[in-house]
């Protein structure tokens, strides 16, 4: 059974900072690919970041430089470490993973495994 828990959103002002975290099962974390993603209100999906299991990323260029991924693979915990965020970055953020550890894309249609969300609001 495939799952996906995320926590760490919250509110915070801009330029300020928060760090996501995923826990999956073992099953879902010992050999896939990793990505958080975000949607905003009236907005489509978007990738943020990915992790193979070696740990390459991949980043979106709003992001890169500001946030950073990572993974404990002893935990079965996924991270996003959040730095001078911005109202732009309010969304809500989704922790997913893809049927293997092939990081190729953001695109979501890739992703097979979901978590609920978790929520980060940023105000100016």
């Known amino acids: 059974q495939v799952q996906l828990v995320e926590s760490g959103g919250g509110s915070v002002q801009s330029g300020g900072s928060l760090k996501l975290s995923c826990e999956a099962s073992?099953?879902?974390?010992?050999?896939?690919?990793m990505g958080w993603f975000r949607q905003a209100p009236g907005k489509e999906r978007e990738g943020v970041a990915a992790i193979a299991i070696y740990g390459t990323t991949r980043y979106a260029d709003s992001v890169r430089g500001r946030f950073t991924i990572a993974r404990d693979n002893a935990k079965n915990t996924l991270y996003l470490q959040m730095n001078s965020l911005k109202p732009e970055d309010t969304a809500m953020y989704y922790c997913a993973a893809r049927g293997d550890d092939y990081c190729y894309t953001l695109k979501s249609f890739a992703y097979d495994y979901w978590g609920q969300g978790t929520q980060v609001t940023v105000s100016s």
């Open positions: 073992a099953y879902t974390y010992s050999s896939h690919c």
